[in-house]
Protein backbone atom coordinates (compact mmCIF):
# COMPACT_ATOMS: atom_id res chain seq x y z
CA UNK A 1 0.00 0.00 0.00
CA UNK A 2 1.11 2.95 -0.94
CA UNK A 3 1.40 5.87 2.01
CA UNK A 4 0.99 9.73 0.68
CA UNK A 5 2.09 12.70 2.53
CA UNK A 6 2.82 16.17 2.03
CA UNK A 7 5.95 18.85 2.94
CA UNK A 8 4.26 21.68 5.01
CA UNK A 9 3.81 24.81 2.98
CA UNK A 10 4.57 28.21 5.08
CA UNK A 11 6.93 26.89 7.44
CA UNK A 12 9.61 27.13 4.63
CA UNK A 13 9.53 29.49 1.71
CA UNK A 14 12.37 28.63 -0.62
CA UNK A 15 11.37 30.57 -4.26
CA UNK A 16 11.73 26.66 -5.59
CA UNK A 17 8.25 25.34 -4.40
CA UNK A 18 6.48 28.28 -2.25
CA UNK A 19 3.46 29.83 -3.75
CA UNK A 20 2.59 33.70 -2.94
CA UNK A 21 -0.16 33.48 -0.91
CA UNK A 22 2.01 31.82 2.09
CA UNK A 23 4.41 34.72 2.25
CA UNK A 24 1.28 36.45 4.09
CA UNK A 25 0.09 33.49 5.73
CA UNK A 26 0.77 32.02 9.72
CA UNK A 27 0.05 29.89 12.24
CA UNK A 28 -3.79 29.59 12.16
CA UNK A 29 -3.40 28.58 8.32
CA UNK A 30 -0.89 25.61 9.43
CA UNK A 31 -3.54 24.49 11.95
CA UNK A 32 -6.17 24.54 9.33
CA UNK A 33 -4.06 22.36 6.97
CA UNK A 34 -3.16 20.43 9.59
CA UNK A 35 -6.36 19.58 10.29
CA UNK A 36 -7.11 18.61 6.96
CA UNK A 37 -4.48 16.47 6.59
CA UNK A 38 -5.42 14.74 9.80
CA UNK A 39 -9.07 14.24 8.70
CA UNK A 40 -8.37 13.28 5.35
CA UNK A 41 -5.91 10.64 6.10
CA UNK A 42 -2.44 12.08 4.94
CA UNK A 43 0.19 9.71 6.15
CA UNK A 44 2.32 12.32 7.31
CA UNK A 45 3.15 16.52 7.49
CA UNK A 46 6.99 17.16 7.19
CA UNK A 47 8.80 20.13 8.15
CA UNK A 48 12.66 21.48 7.24
CA UNK A 49 15.24 22.15 8.84
CA UNK A 50 17.48 25.32 8.76
CA UNK A 51 19.38 27.26 11.53
CA UNK A 52 19.87 30.64 9.59
CA UNK A 53 20.16 31.66 5.97
CA UNK A 54 23.32 33.57 4.66
CA UNK A 55 22.74 36.84 2.84
CA UNK A 56 24.36 35.00 -0.47
CA UNK A 57 21.18 32.31 -0.41
CA UNK A 58 18.29 34.17 0.81
CA UNK A 59 16.95 35.60 -2.45
CA UNK A 60 16.67 32.22 -3.63
CA UNK A 61 15.81 30.13 -0.30
CA UNK A 62 14.36 33.17 1.80
CA UNK A 63 14.88 33.66 5.48
CA UNK A 64 11.67 32.01 6.16
CA UNK A 65 12.47 28.96 7.93
CA UNK A 66 10.10 27.76 10.68
CA UNK A 67 11.87 25.65 13.78
CA UNK A 68 10.98 21.92 13.43
CA UNK A 69 10.61 20.94 16.40
CA UNK A 70 8.57 23.92 17.57
CA UNK A 71 6.28 23.86 14.70
CA UNK A 72 5.55 19.80 14.93
CA UNK A 73 4.99 20.36 18.72
CA UNK A 74 2.38 23.28 17.98
CA UNK A 75 0.65 20.87 15.09
CA UNK A 76 0.91 17.53 17.53
CA UNK A 77 -1.83 19.80 19.83
CA UNK A 78 -3.99 20.50 16.85
CA UNK A 79 -3.81 17.30 15.05
CA UNK A 80 -4.54 13.16 16.50
CA UNK A 81 -3.59 10.82 13.77
CA UNK A 82 -1.27 12.51 11.56
CA UNK A 83 2.42 11.52 11.74
CA UNK A 84 5.33 14.26 12.17
CA UNK A 85 8.27 14.17 10.29
CA UNK A 86 11.45 16.25 10.02
CA UNK A 87 12.24 16.32 6.37
CA UNK A 88 15.05 16.63 7.06
CA UNK A 89 16.57 17.71 10.52
CA UNK A 90 20.45 18.42 9.98
CA UNK A 91 21.39 17.13 12.92
CA UNK A 92 24.83 17.81 12.70
CA UNK A 93 24.02 20.88 14.22
CA UNK A 94 23.44 19.82 17.31
CA UNK A 95 24.92 17.16 19.80
CA UNK A 96 22.53 14.58 20.07
CA UNK A 97 22.09 14.50 23.30
CA UNK A 98 20.29 17.91 22.44
CA UNK A 99 18.39 16.51 19.27
CA UNK A 100 17.20 13.49 21.52
CA UNK A 101 15.90 15.34 23.96
CA UNK A 102 13.47 17.61 21.83
CA UNK A 103 12.87 15.37 19.18
CA UNK A 104 11.45 12.67 22.17
CA UNK A 105 9.56 15.21 23.62
CA UNK A 106 7.68 15.50 20.60
CA UNK A 107 6.99 11.83 20.67
CA UNK A 108 5.98 12.27 23.74
CA UNK A 109 3.68 15.22 23.73
CA UNK A 110 2.24 13.57 20.00
CA UNK A 111 1.74 10.33 21.22
CA UNK A 112 4.43 8.59 19.24
CA UNK A 113 4.08 10.05 16.19
CA UNK A 114 7.31 11.16 15.12
CA UNK A 115 9.08 10.02 11.79
CA UNK A 116 12.92 11.99 12.34
CA UNK A 117 13.99 12.21 8.99
CA UNK A 118 17.69 13.71 9.28
CA UNK A 119 20.06 15.17 6.80
CA UNK A 120 24.14 16.23 6.12
CA UNK A 121 22.78 20.31 5.64
CA UNK A 122 24.36 21.97 2.59
CA UNK A 123 24.55 25.62 4.24
CA UNK A 124 28.54 26.20 5.04
CA UNK A 125 28.13 29.23 7.22
CA UNK A 126 24.92 27.47 9.66
CA UNK A 127 27.67 25.06 10.34
CA UNK A 128 30.47 27.85 10.63
CA UNK A 129 27.79 29.78 13.04
CA UNK A 130 27.34 27.20 15.63
CA UNK A 131 30.66 25.61 15.38
CA UNK A 132 29.92 22.21 13.74
CA UNK A 133 32.07 20.38 11.77
CA UNK A 134 30.69 21.31 8.19
CA UNK A 135 33.51 19.53 5.82
CA UNK A 136 33.00 15.73 7.83
CA UNK A 137 29.47 16.05 8.32
CA UNK A 138 28.72 12.95 6.43
CA UNK A 139 31.26 11.12 9.13
CA UNK A 140 29.59 13.20 11.89
CA UNK A 141 26.10 11.89 10.76
CA UNK A 142 26.64 8.42 10.54
CA UNK A 143 27.88 8.61 13.95
CA UNK A 144 24.73 10.93 15.04
CA UNK A 145 22.38 8.46 13.59
CA UNK A 146 23.70 5.87 15.78
CA UNK A 147 24.13 8.08 18.94
CA UNK A 148 20.83 8.99 18.59
CA UNK A 149 18.98 5.63 18.47
CA UNK A 150 20.49 5.00 21.59
CA UNK A 151 19.56 8.34 23.08
CA UNK A 152 15.69 7.86 21.77
CA UNK A 153 15.56 4.09 22.70
CA UNK A 154 13.61 2.97 25.66
CA UNK A 155 16.50 3.73 28.42
CA UNK A 156 15.95 6.30 30.51
CA UNK A 157 19.79 6.53 31.41
CA UNK A 158 21.29 5.85 26.86
CA UNK A 159 24.49 5.18 27.05
CA UNK A 160 27.25 5.68 23.73
CA UNK A 161 30.75 5.09 22.61
CA UNK A 162 32.38 6.76 19.57
CA UNK A 163 34.66 8.76 18.05
CA UNK A 164 32.80 12.19 18.68
CA UNK A 165 30.46 11.77 21.16
CA UNK A 166 29.69 9.55 24.16
CA UNK A 167 27.61 9.83 26.84
CA UNK A 168 26.68 7.53 29.99
CA UNK A 169 24.57 7.85 33.11
CA UNK A 170 22.62 11.08 32.13
CA UNK A 171 19.21 10.28 32.28
CA UNK A 172 16.77 12.40 29.88
CA UNK A 173 12.78 12.12 30.22
CA UNK A 174 10.24 12.05 29.07
CA UNK A 175 11.25 8.87 26.95
CA UNK A 176 9.57 8.55 23.81
CA UNK A 177 6.27 7.48 23.79
CA UNK A 178 7.23 4.36 20.66
CA UNK A 179 9.15 2.27 21.58
CA UNK A 180 11.19 2.72 18.30
CA UNK A 181 11.20 5.82 16.63
CA UNK A 182 11.68 5.39 13.07
CA UNK A 183 14.67 7.19 11.61
CA UNK A 184 14.32 8.32 7.98
CA UNK A 185 17.25 9.48 5.89
CA UNK A 186 17.15 12.01 2.98
CA UNK A 187 19.55 12.70 0.03
CA UNK A 188 20.23 10.98 -3.07
CA UNK A 189 23.43 11.24 -3.37
CA UNK A 190 25.69 7.82 -3.12
CA UNK A 191 26.77 8.74 0.08
CA UNK A 192 23.33 9.22 1.58
CA UNK A 193 21.86 6.47 -0.35
CA UNK A 194 24.26 4.07 1.38
CA UNK A 195 23.74 5.84 4.47
CA UNK A 196 19.86 4.92 4.11
CA UNK A 197 20.18 1.18 3.48
CA UNK A 198 23.10 0.65 6.60
CA UNK A 199 21.50 2.99 8.95
CA UNK A 200 18.00 3.90 8.22
CA UNK A 201 14.41 3.12 8.34
CA UNK A 202 13.00 4.86 5.55
CA UNK A 203 14.60 6.72 2.65
CA UNK A 204 14.11 9.99 1.40
CA UNK A 205 15.11 11.40 -1.82
CA UNK A 206 15.78 14.68 -2.99
CA UNK A 207 14.84 15.86 -6.04
CA UNK A 208 15.29 12.77 -8.02
CA UNK A 209 13.07 12.80 -11.04
CA UNK A 210 10.71 9.36 -12.15
CA UNK A 211 13.33 7.66 -14.66
CA UNK A 212 16.25 8.12 -12.15
CA UNK A 213 14.40 6.52 -8.88
CA UNK A 214 14.31 2.67 -10.29
CA UNK A 215 18.21 2.38 -10.31
CA UNK A 216 18.38 4.41 -6.80
CA UNK A 217 15.85 1.72 -5.19
CA UNK A 218 17.95 -1.14 -6.87
CA UNK A 219 21.57 0.14 -5.13
CA UNK A 220 19.39 0.71 -1.87
CA UNK A 221 18.82 -3.04 -1.95
CA UNK A 222 22.10 -4.51 -3.41
CA UNK A 223 23.51 -2.19 -0.46
CA UNK A 224 21.30 -3.86 2.14
CA UNK A 225 21.60 -7.47 1.17
CA UNK A 226 25.03 -7.46 0.86
CA UNK A 227 25.47 -5.96 4.48
CA UNK A 228 22.65 -8.51 5.57
CA UNK A 229 20.20 -6.02 6.96
CA UNK A 230 16.75 -7.70 6.71
CA UNK A 231 14.46 -5.04 8.51
CA UNK A 232 11.79 -3.46 6.34
CA UNK A 233 13.31 -0.09 4.66
CA UNK A 234 10.10 2.61 3.78
CA UNK A 235 11.18 4.03 0.52
CA UNK A 236 9.69 7.39 -0.70
CA UNK A 237 9.43 9.41 -3.30
CA UNK A 238 8.34 13.32 -4.13
CA UNK A 239 6.07 13.59 -6.85
CA UNK A 240 5.95 16.31 -8.86
CA UNK A 241 3.61 19.37 -8.23
CA UNK A 242 -0.36 18.58 -8.54
CA UNK A 243 -3.49 20.11 -9.40
CA UNK A 244 -6.47 17.80 -8.67
CA UNK A 245 -8.87 18.77 -11.60
CA UNK A 246 -8.86 21.30 -14.70
CA UNK A 247 -6.86 24.59 -13.18
CA UNK A 248 -8.16 28.06 -14.84
CA UNK A 249 -4.76 29.50 -13.81
CA UNK A 250 -0.99 28.87 -15.53
CA UNK A 251 0.08 25.64 -12.80
CA UNK A 252 2.97 25.02 -14.77
CA UNK A 253 3.98 22.54 -17.68
CA UNK A 254 5.36 20.24 -15.12
CA UNK A 255 2.60 19.65 -12.65
CA UNK A 256 0.48 16.91 -12.59
CA UNK A 257 -3.14 17.71 -13.72
CA UNK A 258 -6.74 16.05 -14.91
CA UNK A 259 -8.97 13.69 -13.73
CA UNK A 260 -8.48 11.78 -10.54
CA UNK A 261 -8.06 8.19 -12.36
CA UNK A 262 -5.82 9.85 -14.50
CA UNK A 263 -3.84 10.94 -12.09
CA UNK A 264 -3.61 8.16 -9.81
CA UNK A 265 -2.83 5.83 -13.18
CA UNK A 266 0.04 8.18 -12.90
CA UNK A 267 0.93 8.26 -9.06
CA UNK A 268 0.66 4.00 -9.56
CA UNK A 269 3.98 4.21 -11.00
CA UNK A 270 5.73 5.28 -8.12
CA UNK A 271 4.49 2.07 -6.49
CA UNK A 272 5.60 -0.14 -9.40
CA UNK A 273 8.48 0.81 -8.60
CA UNK A 274 9.42 -0.24 -4.91
CA UNK A 275 7.95 3.25 -3.53
CA UNK A 276 6.00 2.74 -0.17
CA UNK A 277 4.86 6.66 0.52
CA UNK A 278 4.74 9.22 -2.30
CA UNK A 279 5.32 13.12 -0.47
CA UNK A 280 2.96 15.30 -2.38
CA UNK A 281 2.26 19.27 -3.02
CA UNK A 282 -0.45 20.88 -4.35
CA UNK A 283 -0.51 23.93 -6.61
CA UNK A 284 -2.85 26.22 -5.25
CA UNK A 285 -3.53 30.59 -4.83
CA UNK A 286 -4.90 30.37 -1.44
CA UNK A 287 -4.96 28.67 2.12
CA UNK A 288 -8.40 27.61 0.97
CA UNK A 289 -7.41 26.31 -2.54
CA UNK A 290 -4.84 24.28 -0.93
CA UNK A 291 -7.07 22.62 1.82
CA UNK A 292 -9.85 21.95 -1.19
CA UNK A 293 -6.95 20.29 -3.56
CA UNK A 294 -6.00 18.14 -0.25
CA UNK A 295 -9.73 17.29 0.52
CA UNK A 296 -10.32 16.30 -3.46
CA UNK A 297 -7.14 13.77 -3.62
CA UNK A 298 -7.68 12.56 -0.46
CA UNK A 299 -11.53 11.54 -1.51
CA UNK A 300 -11.10 11.39 -5.38
CA UNK A 301 -7.74 9.78 -6.53
CA UNK A 302 -6.20 7.98 -3.34
CA UNK A 303 -8.65 5.28 -3.08
CA UNK A 304 -7.83 4.63 -6.51
CA UNK A 305 -3.65 4.61 -5.57
CA UNK A 306 -3.73 1.26 -4.76
CA UNK A 307 -4.89 -0.31 -8.54
Known sequence: MVMYGMQLPVQSQSTLYAEPWEA????????????????????????????????????????????????????AAATSRVRLLSHVAVVGLRHPLVTAKAYATVDHLSGGRLVLGVGAGHVQEEFDAVGADFAGRGAVLDETIDALKAALGPE??????????????????????????????????????????????????????????????????????????????????ITEPLYVGEASWDIGRRTLTGDPEALADSLRAYGAMGVHQIQVRFRSRSRSELTDQMAAFAADVAPHLQG
Open 156 to 237: EYPAFTGERFAFKDLGQRPRPAQERVPVWVGGSSPAAVRRAALKGDGWLPQGDPRDRLPGQIARLRQLREEAGVTDPLTVGA
Open 24 to 75: GAGPMDLVEIADVADRCGFGYLACCDHVAIPRRLAAAMSTVWYDPVATLSFL
